[in-house]
């Protein structure tokens, strides 16, 4: 299990992202090269969030149970694993017990 | 009015501190002199905080009403408006409506 504790040489925004009344939170950064991420946390919930560019979330503390759009199985990801969801798209995201922290890589 | 919109050239942990039960979440981040501070929410909620190091709070969107320890009365501060708390002490933060973006100066 690999996971990324950090990130150095970045740029943070200090105003974060608040979704879904809190139960999602997020504050964008931007490595040295120009890409663009965001690290987070999810609350205990479950939530739909719809895809733009193409993400992958990787889990890097707690775990939840992801649905992507068009699939009726949920699947268990933790901390060091990682999913991907498709360019406008959507999945379902449920976080129980302990939040789930994650990292969101677009492109 | 200024506000600090972003930090260069940090290191940031991609897991989230969660204070009461997610009403605070903040990430913490590294100066590249070595200075430790956090970029943080706090969601609509009456919170109280305990203090080791002395804190500078930095509004940085939305606003609160603060009481430090000892004080009978609450103060507003919004963005752009900063509040220091002593080492050891405490204080009653209270957000109503929109969360309060801030940014946590320690020492």
Known sequence: ?????KFDSVTVA???NVYFDGKCVSHGIVLADGTKKS???????TLT?????PEI???VAGSC?????????WTVYGAGES??????SSFDIEVAG????YVCHFG
């Open 1 to 5: 299990m690999s996971l990324t504790e």
């Open 57 to 59: 979330m990787e889990g």
């Open 49 to 53: 969030f719809n895809t733009g560019a």
């Open 14 to 16: 200090t105003k974060a």
């Open 39 to 45: 690290v987070g946390v999810i609350l205990p919930a």
């Open 65 to 73: 149970r992801v649905r992507l759009k068009g699939e009726s199985e």
């Open 83 to 88: 999913f991907n969801v498709p360019a406008n």
């Open 98 to 101: 302990e939040p789930y922290h």
